[in-house]
């Protein structure tokens, strides 16, 4: 870089640049916003599903399985568990951990209430119709 | 050293690189549990390695990013620190309020943990790497502030220089950004976008204000070529990346329930995101070869290269790799996106800081450099450490090429499970690895006993 291009000026593109860039950014969220109406299934979004959320996050279900493909990469997919397994399903699992089987990934025993359970799974179906431009490719997650 | 306010350095660095220890050893175990399922079970939980892993590695970059600051701002401001006082009394309370957080995660169930600090009174725990009582980051944030205001303090009454104006921008935002993590909306997507504002606009945006700014003062310092040219390098570069991080956030909205339109914005700019990387590998080979000195301390110099060269490996090319929307849909959530946490983190972040450890804590110890033996076995510490992240990372690609095939593109897709089961060879590969990063970390350590002939402290 020659003299004729000073650190004043990378400076003032650095700040012009970074300025525009996070307006646009703004701007974009402000439109998002406006639009997830359509995508985020808030409609079905009932104290159940909040108090099952609740329970997703105070037992740190995050650090071992991926939610709409975030998480830890330890246990399986649970963004789209309710259409693969059904709800029944779900709950007799987490009443049966941990399997005890040798060497096998073990998952905690967390003593929910039938309360609890169902405010799980109508989170767990809540998150399931969200739509995510259907991710992931196919029901193994 | 020249400011004497600079020694409140050192103790953040010695705590930084314990608790980098630890996070180390939390790895290993869940290395292990990735083979050995029930190893440590019902002791030790995966998901509550994992949380102390990523959290001690969170704390400790802090620990560094900070006693850099406190050793880089009264040097380039040309005046004592505004308030060593503080500054030391900041160092016990963030360490102690740490140490209770990860004694909390291990010792208590996580939901009773929650229940104890208070996380009724507003849920914030249980997302990924925001894990931390509301009490703890509420320390957080005092924390920050009392520093944010130590440094601005000093920047305000002495030299302003370019670089210290950027690290303070990068240090103000991480603060600013991670106010986001007290917004924890029910729905799920709306929650999921604002935590990318703590996750991405720090690791993709504000940190790398912070590693620019650490890089061109110790590339000032090592190499003595003219502050005007390497600061117009450093706006060049952090131009680039705000310029495509910021926009390139975009690249976490593609499958979260965001319109599809993030799918375009988000390709096109984190696509380009490689390119403020590379320049900054050029921008240290450059300038090391144009050096206008020989500075003592070779140790420093390698670790500047080396980050130039990993962050951009790790952030930028493992980065570029899964972050177009229509790979992405394949490899989302995936091995993949271990493989590049892993180099990206080391790459840019750990090298970073230890970069600026290396540089510093010579002078802090009174001398210009270790004794050649010193910088030896420093330089060992180095590439057994880059030399096994390396291998990490690509042990963990191979496990995530296989697990997206099998899992997601095969015509007879396998179960989640059943697919961990036939990768595991990838996992016991990245487990002995693992084992030589720590066997590097060991010896970079003791480089810090070693004696020999020091080299006189003139610099």
Avoid at chain 2, 26 to 44: E, T
Avoid at chain 2, 266 to 288: D, H, K, R, Y
Wanted: hydrophobic share 50%; with cysteine.
């Amino acid at each position: 870089m020659s003299g004729i291009f000073t650190k004043a000026m990378a400076r003032n593109i650095f700040y012009g640049g970074t300025v525009f860039f996070f307006l646009l950014f703004l701007a974009l969220t402000f439109n998002t916003t406006r639009e997830l109406p359509q995508r985020d299934n808030r409609a079905k979004l009932t104290p159940a599903v909040a108090a099952g959320k609740k329970l997703w996050e105070t037992n740190n279900c995050i650090g071992c399985h991926t939610l709409l493909g975030e998480g830890a990469y330890f246990a399986p997919e649970l963004g789209n568990v309710y259409k693969r397994r059904g709800p029944e399903f779900i709950k007799a699992w987490i009443k049966a951990q941990p399997t005890g089987v040798p060497g096998r990934r073990q998952m905690p025993q967390f003593h929910f209430s039938d309360a609890d359970l169902d405010n799980l799974v109508e989170f767990l179906k809540y998150s399931s119709e969200i739509n995510t431009s259907n991710w992931p490719p196919n029901i193994e997650g | 050293m020249q400011y004497k306010t600079q020694a409140v350095a050192k103790p953040y660095f010695i705590a930084a690189i314990g608790l980098f220890v630890g996070q180390i050893l939390f790895g290993l175990i869940m290395g292990l549990q990735y083979v050995i399922g029930d190893f440590l079970f019902p002791a030790i939980p995966f998901n509550i390695a994992r949380m102390v892993h990523t959290n001690l590695l969170i704390v400790w970059l802090l620990f560094g990013f900070m006693g850099s600051a406190y050793y880089l701002v009264p040097e380039e401001s040309e005046t004592e620190l505004f308030s060593p006082k503080l500054a030391l009394v900041m160092f016990w309370i963030f360490l102690v309020a740490g140490a209770l957080t990860v004694v909390g995660y291990l010792a208590l169930p996580y939901a009773t943990l929650a229940k104890l600090t208070g996380n009724d009174l507003l849920a914030t725990m249980g997302r990924e790497f925001l894990e931390q009582p509301l009490i703890t980051k509420v320390g957080i944030v005092v924390v920050a502030l009392a520093f944010l205001f130590n440094i601005t303090m000093t920047v305000l009454k002495g030299r302003k220089t370019a670089i210290s104006m950027v690290l303070l921008l990068g240090l103000w935002g991480l603060a600013v950004f991670f106010l986001f993590s007290f917004y924890n909306p029910d729905n799920l997507v709306l929650d999921k976008f604002y935590w990318w504002w703590v996750v991405h606009l720090w690791v993709e945006g504000v940190w790398e204000l912070i590693l620019g700014a650490l890089l061109a003062f110790v590339l000032i310092k090592v190499t003595g070529v003219d502050r005007e040219v390497i600061e117009k390098w450093l706006y060049v570069i952090i131009t680039l990346t705000l310029v495509t991080g910021v926009i390139g956030t975009g690249h976490h909205y593609y499958w979260i329930g965001t319109p599809e339109y993030w799918q375009w914005w988000g390709s096109v700019f984190s696509a380009l995101e490689p390119i403020p990387f590379f320049a900054m590998t050029v921008f240290a080979f450059n300038m090391v070869s144009r050096r206008r000195r020989e500075h003592p301390n070779r140790a420093a110099t390698l670790w500047a290269l080396g980050t130039g060269v990993m962050s951009f490996l790790g952030a930028g090319l493992w980065g570029f790799l899964h972050t177009l929307a229509p790979v992405n849909y394949y490899t989302h959530g995936t091995q993949i996106t271990a493989a590049h946490g892993h180099m990206a983190f080391y790459g840019a972040y750990v090298m970073v800081v230890l970069c600026m450890i290396s540089y510093a804590m010579p002078i802090l110890r009174g001398r210009a450099a270790n004794s050649d033996k010193a910088q030896v076995v420093e330089m060992w510490g180095f590439w057994l450490m880059t030399v096994a992240i390396v291998f990490i990372t690509l042990f963990l690609t191979g496990a995530g090429i296989l697990q997206v095939w099998l899992q997601r593109i095969s015509a007879t897709p396998l179960s989640y499970m059943a697919t961990q089961d036939q990768i595991m060879v990838f996992y016991w590969l990245r487990e002995w690895t693992g084992v030589m990063f720590l066997i590097g970390l060991v010896v970079y350590i003791a480089s810090f006993f070693i004696g020999g002939d020091k080299k006189a402290a003139t610099a």
